[in-house]
């Protein structure tokens, strides 16, 4: 049986891959992080207990900013896979945390590499690298391939280009098999709600079902190739099977701005929204209905506006993929279209905000988490 470790198996993809590696046989070893509360919500379904007979998914309290404690795990579990999905993963929080991003997300990363060569593990143990379309930043060339040339935006991006050029150089300098994928945006229900899909899915949501009035956006004009994370999860896995390790850029291979995502969400809510306005001044307004969705919704309510506060000291304008050489070395192609992912992510907030609204029909308070 072989074994993974995931870093970062509480976040979005982590939770995804651990389920996929699970179905495919593997123990699957997850690395969390404490937390004053219970953060492990997105694996709570597979959560074994400890005291069961041969649990197949192990939890381990660690930190990529802790040298001792990743070797410490590296030693006791002796991954045939390692999984480097844990990082401080917000564009615009790296603005506001710089040292500590660089910390967790480049230094974190040469930590795992080098323990893994310190325990002599580098020719048994394969490594994934959660690398980023944020790479390319600034873009050079449309679409972006796994040749072209990188510009950082961000203390995020600059320090996953760090992590992108010291997996690539363990790789070279030592014969590790170590392979970045190259992941353009992708989402799904269990996405973060500050991240701008999940933000939209959720508030459009809330505001159908009447608990808030009003959705505050930044850049409308981004745009971004988004896919599902249950596509890119199994790329992920797909990247540590073949004889030699390469980089990949995975991608759908098409893109669309904020504001259609914002334009989607709302018809699978129920509401036709019209835009109107440009820069801090656009809106969306409301003009068109179907009650039994969005009851809490109006022709002529303004639902969503521009706050300047969430646009970012230097944007990524644009991003679109081209992964052809995934489809063709390895015959990945993404099976969920982003329309289908949007209803899906509209859907389950839908269900959240109908069970809150119920809840408040009947004298309960509820409070709506925002940042
Ligand atoms: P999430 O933000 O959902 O998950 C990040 C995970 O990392 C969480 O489990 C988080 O723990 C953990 N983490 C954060 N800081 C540390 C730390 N110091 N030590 C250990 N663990 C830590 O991200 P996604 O699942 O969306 O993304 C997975 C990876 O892929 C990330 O590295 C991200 O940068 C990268 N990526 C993501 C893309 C996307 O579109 N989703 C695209 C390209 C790359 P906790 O739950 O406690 O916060
Ligand atoms: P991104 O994702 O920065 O691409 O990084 P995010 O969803 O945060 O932003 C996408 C685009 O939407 C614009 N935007 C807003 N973004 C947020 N979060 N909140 C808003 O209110 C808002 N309004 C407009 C942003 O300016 C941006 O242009 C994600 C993360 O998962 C990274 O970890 C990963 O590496 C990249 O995707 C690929």
Redesign the pocket.
């Known amino acids: 049986m072989k074994k993974a470790l995931i870093?970062?198996?509480?976040?979005?993809?982590?939770?995804y891959l651990a389920e996929f590696l699970l179905e495919k046989g593997y123990e699957v070893h997850g690395?969390?992080?404490r937390?004053s509360l219970f953060?492990?919500e997105?694996v709570d379904h597979i959560y074994e207990d400890p005291h069961n007979e041969n649990p197949k998914f192990h939890l381990h309290y660690?930190?990529?900013?802790?040298t001792s404690n990743l070797t410490r795990i590296l030693q006791e579990v002796q991954p045939d896979e390692v999984y480097?999905?844990?990082?401080?993963?917000?564009v615009a929080v790296s603005f506001e945390a710089p040292e500590?991003t660089a910390?967790?997300?480049a230094m974190?990363t040469l930590r795992l590499l080098e323990a893994i060569r310190f325990l002599g593990m580098e020719k048994k143990t394969k490594f994934y690298q959660?690398?980023?379309?944020?790479l390319y930043g600034l873009v050079q060339e449309i679409p972006q391939k796994e040749t072209t040339p990188f510009h950082p935006r961000s203390p995020?991006a600059v320090a996953?280009m760090y992590a992108y050029w010291i997996t690539v150089n363990y790789r070279e300098a030592y014969g590790m098999y170590a392979c970045n994928?190259?992941?353009?945006?992708?989402?799904s229900p269990?996405?973060?709600e500050t991240?701008v899909t999940r933000k939209i899915t959720r508030g459009v949501s809330n505001i159908a079902q009447g608990l808030e009035s009003c959705l505050f956006l930044g850049n409308m004009d981004a745009l971004r190739d988004w896919g599902h994370?249950k596509d890119?999860v199994r790329m992920q896995w797909m990247m540590l099977q073949q004889d030699t390790a390469e980089d990949f850029v995975i991608a759908t291979g098409k893109q669309i701005s904020v504001r259609e995502f914002v334009r989607m969400s709302c018809e699978n809510a129920g509401i036709t929204v019209e835009f109107t306005g440009e820069g801090v001044d656009e809106i969306a307004t409301v003009t068109d209905v179907n009650a039994d969705l969005a009851p809490g919704v109006s022709v002529g309510d303004v639902i969503v506006k521009v706050d300047p506060r969430y646009f970012r000291p230097a944007e990524v304008e644009t991003l679109l993929g081209d992964p052809s050489k995934a489809k063709e070395k390895l015959g990945w192609v993404p099976e969920i279209t982003v329309e289908e992912m949007c209803a899906e992510m509209v859907a389950c907030d839908l269900e959240k905000a109908k069970q809150h609204a119920l809840l408040k029909k009947h004298g309960y308070a509820v409070a709506v988490a925002k940042e």
């Open positions: 870093t970062g198996v509480t976040g979005q993809d982590g939770s690395i969390k992080r937390a953060n492990t997105r660690g930190d990529l900013t802790d480097n999905l844990g990082a401080q993963s917000h500590y910390d967790a997300d974190g959660a690398s980023t379309s944020e995020y996953k994928g190259i992941l353009f945006n992708h989402e269990r996405r973060g991240f994370a890119y």
